[in-house]
């Protein structure tokens, strides 16, 4: 779905990505982690087409973002969603008002049933259907990224991005979207390219893991074998005392109710 061949990204003197590979397979939820300023959201920014890197090549579900005409990105951006930071909302629009937005660039769509889909979609993201009225500044932090999320999702896309989709949120929140986004992701066929730094996060909803540092994909692969790495960084994130918090209630929550 996403094959990412020797990427370079550079603000100023500053080099953030350096030969980067990376490739994002039909279906999965790719987590990406990495330490400060390793760059997590400027590649994500960067597959998504909004920001140009000095070198390297992009192709997303067979079309090479970088060099493709102006009608085949719109088309091919239509087939992916983003849910930035937040929500990233339009303070001026309503919920239902912002989800509709991607949908106003679909040529003949009959006003009610735009609203009809954006409300779909709000339920989706597991907002009550009043939530639709109701402005960003009226939402609790949670609420804003499930309407960031609906809008991700208006155009039926076969990739989602989510930037950072649980921080700032309670653990009872974090888990609650957690759980949205893998049931999402297995009901939709969707695949999700998930920056994060929630170890929750990491083992509840991703199939493989891809670690930024020294400039690149360090590696990439199962939760397990994140756990088998020799890299300092690696072993201190996946070994440390919060990941073996994140690992113990993963194990809880896999294990069967009793009756």
């Known amino acids: 779905m996403i094959e990412v061949r020797g990427l370079r990204n550079q603000f100023g003197r500053q080099v953030v990505?350096?030969?980067?590979?990376?490739?994002?397979?039909?279906?999965?939820?790719?987590?990406?982690?990495g330490g400060s300023g390793t760059g997590k959201s400027v590649l994500l920014r960067t597959i998504s087409g909004l920001l140009?890197?000095?070198?390297?090549?992009?192709?997303?579900?067979?079309?090479?973002?970088?060099?493709?005409?102006e009608d085949t990105r719109q088309?091919?951006?239509?087939?992916?969603?983003?849910?930035?930071?937040?929500?990233?909302?339009?303070?001026s629009l309503t919920v239902r008002e912002n989800v509709e937005v991607p949908l106003r660039g679909v040529a003949g769509l009959?006003?009610?049933?735009?609203?009809?889909?954006?409300?779909?979609?709000?339920?989706?993201?597991?907002?009550?259907?009043?939530?639709?009225?109701?402005?960003?500044?009226?939402?609790s932090g949670g609420m804003r990224k499930r309407s960031g999320l609906a809008r991700a999702l208006a155009l039926d896309p076969d990739i989602v991005f989510l930037d950072e989709p649980t921080a700032g949120l309670d653990p009872i929140g974090a888990t609650e979207f957690d759980?949205?986004?893998?049931?999402?992701?297995?009901?939709?066929?969707?695949?999700?390219?998930?920056?994060t730094h929630d170890l929750d996060t990491l083992h509840m909803c991703c199939d493989r893991i891809a670690v930024l540092a020294e400039k690149k994909v360090l590696v990439t692969g199962t939760m397990q074998e994140m756990l088998k790495v020799d890299h300092p960084w690696v072993h201190e994130y996946f070994?440390?005392?919060?990941?073996?918090?994140?690992?113990?209630?993963?194990?809880?929550?896999?294990?069967?109710?009793?009756?």
Do not use: C, N
């Open 17 to 33: 990505h350096e030969d980067l590979d990376l490739d994002v397979y039909r279906g999965e939820v790719l987590g990406v982690v």
């Open 239 to 259: 070994h440390g005392p919060r990941a073996r918090a994140a690992q113990d209630t993963a194990q809880t929550a896999a294990q069967p109710e009793e009756v």
């Open 179 to 195: 759980r949205l986004i893998r049931g999402l992701s297995r009901s939709l066929g969707l695949t999700v390219f998930l920056v």
């Open 110 to 139: 009959d006003p009610e049933i735009r609203s009809a889909l954006a409300d779909l979609k709000i339920s989706m993201a597991g907002l009550p259907y009043l939530a639709g009225d109701k402005y960003p500044s009226e939402l």
């Open 75 to 91: 088309k091919l951006e239509s087939r992916w969603g983003v849910m930035f930071q937040d929500g990233a909302l339009f303070s």
């Open 52 to 69: 140009k890197p000095a070198a390297g090549s992009v192709r997303v579900l067979g079309v090479d973002v970088l060099s493709a005409d």
